[in-house]
Nanobody
Framework: QVQLVESGGGLVQAGGSLRLSCAVSGRTDSTYAMGWFRQAPGKEREFVAAVNWSGGTTYYTDSVKGRFTISRDNAKNTVYLQMNSLKPEDTAVYYC???????????????WGQGTQVTVSS
């Protein structure tokens, strides 16, 4: 089992920045890929970014490319999502998730955090 706890969400003005963190505990010896997803009110959960076990490979949805950066520090068992140039349409609950293999499909992720709210005001 893997437990994931997100933090770092909040209210920010458009154009601002936030850094989300995801603390990983439990079977941290496993080589999980990590992903960030988000869900806005009335919308389906969507993929945001993913990183492989080593941190050497990353993947982003088009709408966040050039603005968001996913990274991980395996020594600290923590995954990050640096979000810059935030837009009102980035408003959502952000979830981190762990999967055996890096991907963009939510059903491939085995473990999920409880989510953290990000609100971007215009």
């Amino acid at each position: 089992q893997v437990q994931l706890v997100e933090s770092g969400g909040g209210l920010v003005q458009a154009g601002g920045s936030l850094r989300l963190s995801c603390a990983v505990s439990g079977r941290t010896d496993s080589t999980y890929a990590m992903g960030w997803f988000r869900q806005a009110p009335g919308k389906e959960r969507e993929f945001v970014a993913a990183v492989n076990w080593s941190g050497g490979t990353t993947y982003y949805t088009d709408s966040v490319k050039g603005r968001f950066t996913i990274s991980r520090d395996n020594a600290k068992n923590t995954v990050y999502l640096q979000m810059n140039s935030l837009k009102p349409e980035d408003t959502a609950v952000y979830y981190c998730a762990a999967a055996p293999k890096m991907g963009w499909r939510a059903y491939t992720y085995d473990f999920w955090g409880q989510g953290t709210q990000v609100t971007v005001s215009s």
